[in-house]
Structures are given as structure tokens and as C-alpha cells.
């Protein structure tokens, strides 16, 4: 087994094959949150993007529209065990909205409405694995499922794909987000089982 | 983070549900302890919070403001605990007696 990311590539195609070690499959959605779903709007929505020289790139809610979008179906894998296989989101890519943001940054911190941050390195963001989703199954992205924006990442473990998302900022260091302060894994690949620190 | 309009009337729980982890790392129970929050300066009883969860972790919110007080996470060989939205935790705790009771009782 190789262990380089995969994007949106995915996975083998038995069910079987594409369950991580100690998920279960679920059909349903379950929702976790470590706080109120934020009262965002698409009218005061704003996505920013600030770079290690304090540069600062925004987006409106029409500016995102604008963009060129892509619909994925992918499975997602959440560390406390449960996995979603096929699901269909439609967003824009990061390698879209990065293009024209020059940076040296090896790291990017999330930062989502309501406080909620997470770390990943941003090349886990590039080449086609990363979505700033709008969508799930044909439908604008219900609030308590992130709306209106999400990231999603699929190749790590779900709480990486941050709800309500307001802000990337990118850094030259690692700095741990909400969970991974407090003993999840600072990466979260869910192939390798890396649920905790020390995994 | 404070949510104008949104005193975290969503919240499944309240604080007793932290009372298993917790006293996994207090001698005293600490869901009558109270805490006083570093964004608004509000004083609660841990029973009272607003708490999310319980995976992947615990997230004790301030009924008054709703910022972030206490979380916990109990991984399979660790108990994590942040306690960086309070300014102080006081638990009731048995009287200590004083230095006289001490000597009366020495006496008899």
C-alpha cells in the first residue's frame, strides 16, 4: 500500500477496500460540532486568504460564485469511526482560489465562523485534493453540515474538512488547530490510522 | 468566540456530562466547581455549560457568552484538558481545620 495522497482519485472500488482501518459504514450523516451552527449568510459571507508577508486576498459570496466549480464524489472517513462512502459535493478548488496568492508557506491554518481552526500542510490543499464545497448532493450545503462554505478534504480524516470556513491563513510553521491541540493527530490520515498524537 | 443572537441554545448536554473525564483527573468533583470565564468575566458552576460533544471531544461553552471555557479529550492513554477560557476554578472543597481545633482536639 502506498501512503501519498489521493485527491478525489479514490480509492479501490469494494466497499470493503475503501473502509479504513476501524471505520464502520454509515448511510447516514451524522453531525458533530464542537459549538452553535454561526448565523452566516451568503450576503455577509467573506472568504480571506492571508499570507505569511500579510497579504490578503478576499472573495464574496458572488466572487466565489464566479468562479469556475467542480462536482466530486468522494468517501469521507470521520475519526470517530463512521464512514460515508460516495458522496457528491460541488465547490471550488483550492488550486483555484490559491492561483494567484504567491507564498513561501508550507502550512495552512483554517479558520471557520464560530472559532473553530485546523492545520494541514498546504500541499495537502493543491493538486486536486482539496474543495472549498458549496453543495452536497445537488443541494446548497445546510448549515449544520458547514454551509455555506466547507472545506473538504478527503484524504484526511473529516475534522480537517473545517466547517463554516472564513479564512486560510498560510504559515511558514506548523501551529496546531482546535483538535490537534488538545491530542488528535496533527496530519489525520485515516489509512494509517493516525486518529491521535502518537498514532 | 462570542455569536451575537446565538447563547448556544443548540447545545446537547450540559456540564455533568464532563463529570466521567473529569474525575478521572480531580480528587474533588469538579461539576460543582465554578469557573469564571476569560471573555466575559461571567462566574458558572461546570454543571451549568453548555457542552458539545461528546466526540471528538468535550467543549464546555459559557451560558453567558457562549465562548469556548473548558475541553476535554479522553484518547485511549490520555486524558487532555484545556482550561484556557477560564480565569480561575474553584472547587468546594472539605474544611481544613484550624491550627486551634487542631490543638482542642490534642487536648482530650
Known sequence: MDFVTRGFQGRPRGRDERLPPGQYLTDDFPVLSAGPTPPVDHDGWELWVATEDGARHTWSWPELMALPAETVTVDIHCVTSWSKLDTEWRGVSLDTLLADVETAADFALVHSYGGYTTNLPLEDLLDGQALLAFAYDGDDLRPEHGGPARLLVPHLYFWKSAKWVRGIELLLADSPGFWEQLGYHDYGDPWREQRYQGD | ?108
Open chain 2, 1 to 108: 468566540m462570542t455569536i451575537p443572537g446565538h447563547p448556544g441554545a443548540e447545545a446537547a448536554y450540559d456540564g455533568n456530562l464532563m463529570a466521567g473525564p473529569l474525575s478521572e483527573l480531580f480528587a474533588l468533583d469538579v461539576t460543582v466547581a465554578v469557573v469564571r470565564c476569560r471573555g466575559c468575566g461571567a462566574s458558572s458552576e461546570v454543571a451549568t455549560l453548555r457542552v458539545y460533544g461528546p466526540e471528538p471531544g468535550l467543549v464546555g461553552r459559557c451560558p453567558g457568552c457562549d465562548d469556548v471555557l473548558l475541553r476535554v479529550v479522553r484518547t485511549p492513554d490520555a486524558v487532555w484538558l484545556d482550561l484556557g477560557g477560564v480565569t480561575s476554578l474553584r472547587v468546594p472543597a472539605p474544611r481544613v481545620p484550624l491550627e486551634e481545633d487542631v490543638d482542642r482536639s490534642a487536648q482530650t
